[in-house]
């Protein structure tokens, strides 16, 4: 039987009087490989927020890996076994250089040294970042931002990826090996994207977010 991984029941949320979301309910189970499009605005990436325990919203149950999750405690683990790329590169990198940004997500999972240094190699390998080890994170370009930041969170090796326009910003060769990896690299996702193309080559469903209410929208 397939595991429930995420699971939202009648979830609302409002930023003040302007209303996002309005008794959405969603399931993502383990394996599966979902697409979500919307309009901007639509609420797409408040969606992940909730998930991951950043929004807490107006109403409705928020359920990861089977348990319902309300207060802060609840979402350390949360955000431990699941991996979320924002949107924005800069929000995701903070550190001096490539190699300690890998670095920071296994050693907060409690990795010792040595078994860390083998994460951040074999990560850069398979990311073909070796070259940007020890670059400063402000001296690379939007795609390599791009590519360091889903880095840090293959490093993590989390059960479920939620990634936030992954392949915005990104020229054709490097969204070509971001689609490679995620058809091989990765088990279970919730991808949200515009880019229909992509989604089509890296999920097996899309669904669609609009004016508040999710639905089926395709499958391949």
């Known amino acids: 039987m397939e595991k429930s991984i995420i699971k939202l029941e009648n979830i609302s949320f409002s930023y003040d009087s302007y209303s996002v979301l309005t008794d959405i309910n969603f399931e993502l189970r383990l394996e599966e490989k979902v697409g979500l499009i919307g309009p901007n605005g639509a609420g797409k990436t408040t969606l992940l927020y909730i998930i991951m325990g950043f929004l807490k919203p107006n109403s409705g149950r928020v359920f990861i890996f089977g348990k319902e999750r309300k207060g802060e405690k609840d979402f350390l683990e949360v955000r431990q076994k699941l991996g979320l790329l924002f949107q924005d590169s800069d929000s995701q990198l903070f550190c001096p250089t490539v190699k300690e940004d890998i670095a920071f997500g296994p050693l907060n999972l409690g990795k010792d040294r040595n078994e860390v240094k083998e994460i951040v190699k074999d990560i850069a390998k398979l990311f073909n970042i070796e070259h940007l080890l020890e670059r400063p994170v402000y001296k690379l370009s939007t795609g390599e931002k791009?590519?360091?930041?889903?880095?840090?969170?293959?490093?993590?090796?989390?059960?479920c990826y939620l990634l936030d326009e992954?392949?915005?910003?990104?020229?054709?060769?490097?969204?070509?090996?971001?689609?490679?990896?995620?058809?091989?690299?990765?088990?279970?996702?919730?991808?949200?994207?515009?880019?229909?193309t992509f989604l089509k080559e890296t999920v097996d469903k899309i669904y669609l977010l609009k004016k508040g209410q999710i639905s089926f929208y395709q499958d391949f």
Do not use: W
Request: aromatic fraction near 6%.
């Open 146 to 159: 791009k590519i360091v930041a889903l880095a840090t969170v293959f490093a993590m090796n989390p059960i």
């Open 166 to 196: 992954p392949s915005s910003g990104l020229d054709e060769e490097t969204k070509r090996k971001l689609i490679y990896f995620l058809k091989n690299h990765v088990k279970t996702c919730l991808i949200v994207s515009h880019d229909q």
